[in-house]
């Protein structure tokens, strides 16, 4: 099972750092991808990063703003979010392949097998 926390409300130009933790399995040797959607509008990809931490890709819309990383001792993965726009507001889901240990990670949504419930990230002043 997933989790993502530290979604919330924060005014235009702030900041968030959400998190995803996995409970009863690991993390480590999977990919993991941040996704996001609005009501009405598709998922769309965010960000993710390999199993090794060590390679990261972003959608065009974040690059800059965005980061992510991966913690193997607290089998966690982050999201920091900077800059945010009201054009962020969304619900924010992680999810994780299966085993891959070679390879990239992929911005879409079919490599992932496992998924949270989402946090909500609303961005207004």
């Known amino acids: 099972q997933l989790v993502e926390s530290g979604g919330g409300l924060v005014q235009p130009g702030g900041s968030l750092t959400l998190s995803c933790a996995a409970s009863?399995?690991?993390?480590?040797?999977?990919?993991i991808g941040w996704f996001r959607q609005t009501p009405g509008k598709e998922r769309e990809a965010v960000s993710c990063?390999?199993?090794?931490?060590?390679?990261?890709r972003y959608a065009e819309f974040v690059k800059g703003r965005f980061t992510i990383d991966r913690d193997h001792a607290k089998n966690t993965v982050s999201l920091q979010l900077n800059s945010l726009k009201p054009e962020d507001t969304a619900a924010y889901y992680c999810a994780a392949t299966g085993p891959m240990l070679f390879g990239g990670c992929e911005l879409t949504a079919g490599p992932y097998d496992y998924w949270g419930q989402g946090t909500q990230v609303t961005v207004s002043s």
């Open positions: 009863g399995f690991s993390l480590t040797s999977k990919h």
């Open positions: 990063i390999d199993s090794t931490g060590r390679n990261a």
